[in-house]
Each structure stands twice: as structure tokens, then as C-alpha cells.
């Protein structure tokens, strides 16, 4: 999926995203507004994963859409 899709379907994938990684806050999703590096950080850090796991989990999901 590529950046301008993930921006633009942000409303309606944010339930998706919340559920699937669901440390994730409200306050998370407001501060990624869509941009996936961003997403991917914050992957990483409330799950402790390293950089390359939390590519390879983002990368997974986004092929469900």
C-alpha cells in the first residue's frame, strides 16, 4: 500500500489498525494522521519490535487491503 492510499483511506483503516495493534491509542492514531513511517515507529515502540519486524507486521496488514 502505498503512502498516498494509506493518507487517504486513513479514516476508515484506523478501526482496522486499532484492532489489529491495539496498544496503540487514539492519541497515536491523531499524531500518525496516515503517514506510515510514522505508524511503523509507533509499532515498534509499543510493541518492542525491532525495525525490520515492525516493516515485515505493517507490510502484512497492508496486503489485507
Do not use: H, P, V
Not at 12 to 25: A, D, S
Not at 44 to 52: D, F, N, T, V
Request: aromatic share 10%; no cysteine; charged share 45%.
Amino acid at each position: 500500500m502505498n503512502k498516498d492510499i494509506l493518507e487517504g483511506k486513513w479514516d476508515q483503516l484506523k478501526g482496522n489498525i486499532q484492532k489489529e495493534w491495539g496498544k496503540l491509542t487514539e492519541d497515536d492514531l491523531a499524531e500518525i494522521k496516515g503517514n506510515s513511517t510514522l505508524l511503523k515507529g509507533k509499532i515498534q515502540e509499543r510493541y518492542g519490535l525491532s525495525k525490520e519486524e515492525a516493516e515485515k507486521k505493517f507490510d502484512e496488514f497492508t496486503k489485507k487491503f
